[in-house]
């Protein structure tokens, strides 16, 4: 048994400070500053060097829905970064192979991947149809297969029909999309499409981490999916509400009026923050870890 007082083998030294530490607070730091100060006008000023001072407020409601979604993308993918790769060390503690393993398929998301990417997003779906207790029947429809899909499609759009299609849908009605967009506004729009790309590859990738590296640990394999689920249930609310918040007034009690990404917004993240909670609570599936009685997690042997 070991003796070791490191429990987190797979983030060691100058990975644990950058992975653990700075990358959250990079990630948290815009959401905070458009949250509370310097405001959503600063943060979209910034997009693009300048000496001038940035404006009061931003008139135009999409470039405002823009740069708030993403901000909360930012605050999600701090929010994975934060409280995943915790729950990992947490759950593993001194276990470096099924550490490296489940943060491997996180990193594979946030960009840090090498050659052998194409070959894993292949094997996730090969072997698509392995069991996943943790995930079973509805859940596993909806988290493994429809959410990932749902985020991927402004990416898709956005290759497909510009930063200017995106950029119309974020507010109804929809209408014939603008010829030309404000650069900064463009900016916002292709980094929330990136942001939402990086969030369909790691809702993709990393629970498959966690089924594979833990067919044996389901107490544990649950654990680490409900830090994942808990996560993005939080921006789930955070999601919801500022998207409500900034929809224009005449729209926000008209949803048979609304476009299909508002829909995806607010109605979506509405069905999917209540199968959340559905999972937590043990509805319509056998839980391992959350509502069961606490035992002590073995130390892995020597």
């Not at 905070?32 to 000496?51: R, T």
């Not at 990992?88 to 503690?93: E, F, Q, Y």
């Not at 790691?202 to 409900?226: C, F, H, I, N, P």
Request: aromatic share 14%; glycine share 6%.
């Amino acid at each position: 048994m070991t003796t070791s007082g490191d429990t987190f083998p797979a983030l060691s030294g100058f990975y644990r400070l950058l992975f653990l530490y700075l990358e959250p607070l990079s990630t948290l730091t815009p959401f905070l500053m458009v949250w509370v100060s310097p405001g959503s006008s600063w943060f979209h000023h910034q997009l693009i060097p300048s000496n001038e001072p940035h404006p009061l407020n931003i008139e135009d409601s999409r470039t405002l829905m823009a740069i708030w979604q993403l901000a909360n993308c930012y605050f999600l993918l701090g929010m994975i970064s934060s409280l995943v790769f915790r729950a990992i060390r947490d759950a593993l503690p001194n276990n470096g192979v099924a550490q490296e393993r489940i943060l491997g398929s996180a990193f594979l998301a946030l960009g840090i991947a090498d050659h052998h990417f194409r070959s894993t997003v292949r094997t996730a779906i090969i072997f698509s149809m392995t069991p996943y207790p943790a995930l079973p029947g509805y859940y596993k429809f909806m988290f493994l297969y429809l959410e990932p899909i749902s985020e991927v499609g402004p990416f898709v759009m956005c290759m497909k029909e510009g930063a200017s299609w995106f950029y119309n849908e974020l507010v109804p009605p929809t209408g014939p999309p603008p010829l030309t967009l404000d650069p900064r506004a463009e900016i916002a729009i292709w980094q929330l499409a990136i942001g939402f790309l990086l969030l369909f590859i790691l809702t993709s990738l990393a629970y498959r981490g966690v089924r594979d590296a833990l067919q044996d640990r389901l107490d544990l394999q649950e654990k680490l999916t409900g830090a994942i689920l808990f996560s993005l249930g939080i921006a789930d609310v955070t999601h919801f509400t500022l998207t409500y918040i900034f929809l224009p007034e005449e729209w926000k009690y008209q949803p048979w009026l609304w476009n299909t990404t508002t829909h995806g917004n607010l109605s979506f993240v509405i069905l999917l923050h209540v199968s959340r909670i559905c999972w937590f609570l043990g509805v319509g599936r056998k839980r391992y870890y959350f509502g069961q009685p606490a035992r002590a997690i073995p130390a892995k042997k020597a």
